[in-house]
């Protein structure tokens, strides 16, 4: 639910484009600014997780996000909604590290499966928004989204009754009982991994400026290409419901050979995906290659999150924070330069450029050292 209004934006961008007149970098600026505020302070409040486990701000986060995602539609004034969409994206930067720790911490022996059906549940609340948010515009208005708001605030009050079950959320990674840590913090130890997590956070920060792109991107190229705005959500759906799939066999595949052979073919994959979309001699085609480029590119995400993980285990909270906020954060303020390209060049053009930035981000992983299937549990 979080993730569902965590992309509302790129489904209703063509309706936000016409309505208030945006160019292509003020619509890149929209989806930066949910991405930043969303993701750059999740490194601070993973920290604040591993210290105190607030499993009471799980549902005030969800509430939070929820009620101001759903006013876009009521807002006229582009500098207005800038503020307010980067206010509603902290909801989002309290929930994710909270609980990518926690269900990792229930799941010790698959960390990499159970990562992948967080992320997959994630992408699938994303998969939906254009199946509902789109068909609600075109019936009542971009005025009706304050409506969208009812599921996201009934789902935080289910929360809020639940929240003093489960034990205490915020227990870190690799805790004993009553969430006593179970090994000792060695800072030698630490120094040593630190350039494979930044290799490893760099290579995910190239792969959120193509994603964040694509998200935002693609649902006007199809428009601009003379699809309606419904068609253009349906295809949206596809690309996006295609990643949450995906996730899971990214999960399994991890645990059994290691995250590097899955990071690397899905960055890779999915520059010959996308490109094989835009040259497709058939519509249809192009629908396959689209739904590709959809499962490939998020493949790589909760595998490095474990990843992460792995590497700095005494602190997963940041870790998590830095590999799902941190670099989704740095990676969607590139949204606003693609928008920029596209303004100078068009869409397609800004989008074919764009894409290679999976191959370096492919090198990165390339030169991290390698690991043992199975053999991967910490």
């Given at each position: 639910?979080?993730?569902f209004?965590n992309?509302l934006?790129?489904p209703?961008?063509?309706?936000?484009?016409a309505?208030?007149?945006?160019?292509?970098?003020m619509?890149?600026?929209l989806?930066?600014?949910?991405?930043?505020?969303?993701?750059l302070l999740?490194?601070?409040?993973?920290?604040?997780?591993d210290?105190t486990?607030?499993?009471?701000?799980l549902?005030?986060?969800?509430?939070?996000?929820?009620v101001?995602?759903?006013?876009v539609?009521?807002?006229?004034?582009?500098?207005?909604?800038?503020?307010?969409?980067?206010?509603?994206g902290?909801?989002?930067?309290?929930?994710?590290?909270?609980g990518?720790?926690?269900?990792?911490?229930?799941?010790?022996?698959?960390?990499?499966?159970a990562m992948?059906?967080?992320?997959?549940?994630?992408?699938?609340?994303?998969a939906v928004?254009?199946?509902?948010a789109?068909?609600?515009?075109l019936?009542?208005?971009?005025?009706a989204?304050?409506?969208?708001?009812?599921?996201?605030?009934?789902?935080?009050?289910v929360?809020?009754?639940?929240?003093?079950?489960g034990?205490?959320a915020?227990?870190p990674l690799?805790?004993?009982?009553?969430?006593?840590?179970?090994?000792?913090?060695?800072?030698?130890?630490?120094?040593?991994?630190?350039?494979?997590v930044?290799?490893?956070?760099?290579?995910?920060?190239?792969r959120?400026?193509?994603h964040?792109?694509?998200l935002?991107?693609?649902?006007?190229?199809?428009?601009?290409?003379?699809?309606?705005?419904?068609?253009?959500?349906r295809?949206?759906?596809?690309f996006?419901?295609?990643g949450a799939?995906?996730i899971f066999?990214?999960?399994?595949?991890?645990?059994?050979y290691?995250?590097?052979?899955?990071?690397?073919?899905?960055?890779?994959g999915?520059?010959?995906?996308?490109?094989?979309?835009?040259?497709?001699p058939?519509?249809a085609l192009?629908?396959?290659?689209?739904?590709?480029?959809?499962?490939?590119i998020?493949?790589?995400?909760?595998?490095?999150?474990?990843?992460?993980?792995?590497?700095?285990?005494?602190?997963?909270g940041m870790?998590?924070?830095?590999?799902?906020?941190?670099?989704?954060?740095l990676?969607?303020?590139?949204?606003?330069?693609?928008?920029?390209?596209a303004?100078?060049?068009?869409?397609?053009?800004?989008?074919?450029?764009v894409?290679?930035?999976?191959?370096?981000?492919?090198l990165?992983v390339?030169?991290?050292?390698g690991?043992?299937?199975r053999?991967?549990?910490?």
């Open positions: 639910m979080v993730d209004y992309e934006l790129p209703l961008m063509p309706f936000l484009v309505s208030l007149g945006l160019s292509m970098t619509a890149g600026g989806v930066s600014a949910v991405a930043v505020s969303a993701s999740q490194p601070l409040f993973g920290w604040l997780v210290r486990g607030w499993q009471w701000l549902p005030l986060s969800a509430a939070w996000i929820a101001l995602m759903s006013t539609g009521l807002v006229k004034d582009y500098r207005l909604l800038i503020l307010l969409v980067g206010l509603a902290l909801g989002s930067a309290l929930y994710h590290p909270l990518s720790v926690r269900i990792t911490s229930l799941a010790p022996r698959h960390r990499g499966l992948s059906a967080y992320s997959a549940l994630g992408n699938f609340g994303e928004v254009p199946l509902v789109v068909p609600l515009v019936s009542r208005g971009l005025k989204t304050w409506l969208l708001a009812l599921p996201g605030v009934t789902f935080a009050l929360m809020w009754l639940l929240r003093g079950r034990g205490r915020g227990a690799g805790a004993g009982p009553n969430g006593a840590q179970a090994f000792a913090f060695h800072p030698a130890e630490l120094r040593g991994r630190w350039r494979q930044l290799l490893l956070d760099a290579s995910l920060i190239l959120s400026w193509v964040v792109s694509l935002t991107f693609v649902p006007l190229y199809l428009v601009e290409s003379g699809q309606t705005p419904l068609v253009a959500s295809l949206l759906f596809l996006m419901a295609a799939a995906a066999v990214a999960g399994h595949l991890s645990d059994l290691g995250y590097r052979p899955v990071m690397i073919g899905g960055l890779l999915t520059v010959a995906a996308f490109l094989g979309f835009l040259v497709a058939s519509p192009a629908v396959v290659f689209l739904v590709a480029a959809g499962a490939l998020l493949a790589p995400l909760p595998v490095a999150i474990v990843a992460g993980q792995r590497l700095i285990p005494h602190r997963a870790a998590s924070g830095m590999m799902m906020g941190f670099a989704w954060g990676g969607g303020l590139g949204a606003t330069l693609t928008g920029r390209l303004d100078l060049w068009g869409i397609s053009a800004a989008l074919r450029t894409i290679w930035l999976l191959v370096p981000a492919a990165f390339l030169t991290l050292p690991e043992e299937g053999g991967c549990r910490a």
